[in-house]
């Protein structure tokens, strides 16, 4: 029965699945249209993901789903009803053609029974968490959400006890205090900004500064990836870029990526001190705990040093990277699933659904 499970992260940026087989399968969250007739019968297909995407971009209408925030962070009850009559839209069809995609690719010996836990951000809306429920169902006999840091502490287990999760994604930078148990309101947050906006704000400083250069948000990307850096030394950022001549020039934009990376940083450390502030567990004493740096943003060079600057808490608390920070929440959701009785699922079902949390929110991405 174990075999049948699936742990599921669909990310802003990239979807993620670990199974009870063993595989693991990752790709982008993003979902290919051709846009035309011709690029339709050019193609071949009715629609394309993966690596098929970066060969036809140019031909397609490329549908990221959960971008912005969109989804699975704040809907209403009467954007979700939108979202269920409009089954044929391109924002439902991407994202049920991810969720089918990624639980075909797992090969699971018994595809009519798999059980699956699926992630969603930490003050996800009662509406939100009930849409991803309900996609994750088209797939799965038994389906059920908890929130990405509980995910991503539980898959680490005893050793997380007492700690601090911090789950930086493209779309929120999600906050969790884990003591083995699922968190109530108080003991997690989500900040309404992430590396989508960073990328946003790269592009548009780099165009500020060097008018001539020609920046999209994928070249933006690729730079934050490669360059980014928070501290007293950053890397340097000496590259060549297209520009709107036609030709490409060297840009200095080392000034540009440290300070932009640094701006972000100092969000997540801010955040981190209001979510602390939060929490009303007698239990928790931060110089007795650890904080966990998790997701795609966790991997910006110099964070886990800065958070400990900027909080000071060099010596006294330890700020620190998980392993495999990519697959650790579908981990994480694997192991609950796993480990989760028959009973319990209907349980967590209920739990995760009926409390809505976007009261524990700030959305700087205004």
């Known amino acids: 029965m174990t075999e049948n499970c699936v742990g599921i992260d669909l990310g802003t940026l990239y979807t993620t699945a670990a199974a009870g087989n063993g595989a693991n399968y990752c790709l982008p969250s993003e979902v290919g249209f051709p846009r035309d007739i011709v690029a339709k019968h050019l193609i071949g297909q009715a629609h394309v993901l993966g690596s098929d995407i970066a060969t036809h971009r140019s031909s397609l209408d490329v549908i990221r789903p959960f971008e912005r925030n969109a989804l699975k962070y704040s809907i209403n009850e009467q954007e979700?009803?939108?979202?269920?009559?409009?089954?044929?839209?391109?924002?439902?069809?991407?994202?049920?053609?991810?969720?089918?995609?990624?639980?075909?690719?797992?090969?699971?010996?018994?595809?009519?029974?798999?059980?699956?836990?699926?992630?969603?951000?930490?003050?996800?809306?009662?509406?939100?968490?009930?849409?991803?429920?309900?996609?994750?169902?088209?797939?799965?006999?038994?389906?059920?959400?908890?929130?990405?840091?509980?995910?991503v502490a539980y898959g680490i287990g005893e050793e997380a006890n007492n700690s601090v999760v911090i789950d930086i994604g493209a779309g929120t930078v999600d906050y969790c205090y884990y003591y083995g148990a699922l968190p109530k309101q108080d003991d997690q947050s989500t900040l309404g900004f992430g590396g989508d906006h960073v990328d946003e704000d790269l592009r548009s400083h780099i165009q500020a500064t060097f008018p001539s250069a020609k920046v999209s948000l994928q070249l933006a990307r690729r730079l934050k990836e490669r360059f980014g850096s928070v501290g007293a030394s950053p890397r340097s950022a000496i590259v060549e870029i297209p520009t709107k001549a036609g030709d490409t020039r060297e840009f200095d934009l080392t000034d540009i990526i440290r300070d932009v990376c640094s701006s972000f940083a100092s969000k997540i450390t801010e955040s981190l001190l209001e979510h602390i502030s939060a929490i009303k567990s007698d239990?928790?004493?931060?110089?007795?705990?650890?904080?966990?740096?998790?997701?795609?943003?966790?991997?910006?060079?110099?964070?886990?040093?800065y958070i400990e600057e900027a909080l000071n808490l060099s010596g006294r608390c330890e700020v620190q990277r998980v392993n495999d920070c990519r697959f650790a929440g579908a981990i994480g959701a694997l192991k609950l699933a796993r480990e989760l009785p028959t009973e319990g699922w209907e349980i967590l079902r209920s739990q995760e659904t009926q409390t809505d949390k976007h009261s524990g929110t700030r959305s700087d991405a205004a």
């Open 80 to 151: 979700w009803r939108s979202f269920k009559e409009e089954s044929t839209s391109l924002a439902h069809r991407s994202a049920s053609l991810l969720v089918q995609k990624v639980i075909d690719s797992l090969d699971m010996p018994d595809p009519s029974s798999v059980r699956c836990i699926a992630g969603v951000p930490a003050a996800a809306s009662q509406h939100s968490q009930l849409l991803i429920l309900e996609l994750v169902e088209e797939f799965a006999e038994f389906a059920a959400v908890v929130s990405e840091p509980f995910a």
């Open 283 to 305: 239990d928790f004493v931060l110089t007795q705990s650890r904080i966990l740096l998790a997701g795609g943003g966790s991997q910006l060079s110099g964070l886990d040093e």
